[in-house]
């Protein structure tokens, strides 16, 4: 399974980034899917991750500025982040779990201030 990120790059504090995960085969609707990140000299933290029944979770300091849905039918998960600040700014990975787990390559997302 691969998974394949698109939607980074870089954009000024205040902005906004999409990004978006398409799974190379059908495992969505089976699969917690969440992102990650890690800022350089930084450990990879999760940032975001929804479950099969569509419950999220969210890292505090994105709460109200990230949003995290899926659609299984399109075997993709998106991360909507508005409001971008510095602090943002690492390499977000697509993650999948069930019994195995899934990594993306990973994706730029700098905020300049």
């Known amino acids: 399974v691969r998974l394949v990120e698109s939607g980074g790059g870089s954009v000024q504090a205040g902005g906004s980034l999409s990004l978006s995960c398409v799974a190379s085969?059908?495992?969505?609707?089976?699969?917690?899917m969440a992102w990650y990140r890690q800022a350089p000299g930084k450990e990879r933290e999760l940032v975001a991750k929804?479950?099969?029944?569509?419950?999220?979770y969210y890292l505090d300091s994105v709460k109200g500025r990230f949003t995290i849905s899926r659609d299984n039918f399109k075997n993709s998960v998106n991360l909507q982040m508005a409001s971008l600040k510095p602090d943002d700014t690492a390499v977000y990975y697509c993650?999948?779990?069930?019994?195995?787990?899934?990594w993306g390559q990973g994706i730029q997302v700098i905020v300049s201030s």
């Open positions: 929804i479950d099969i029944n569509n419950a999220t």
């Open positions: 993650h999948a779990a069930r019994v195995a787990i899934y």
């Open positions: 085969r059908d495992i969505f609707n089976l699969y917690t």
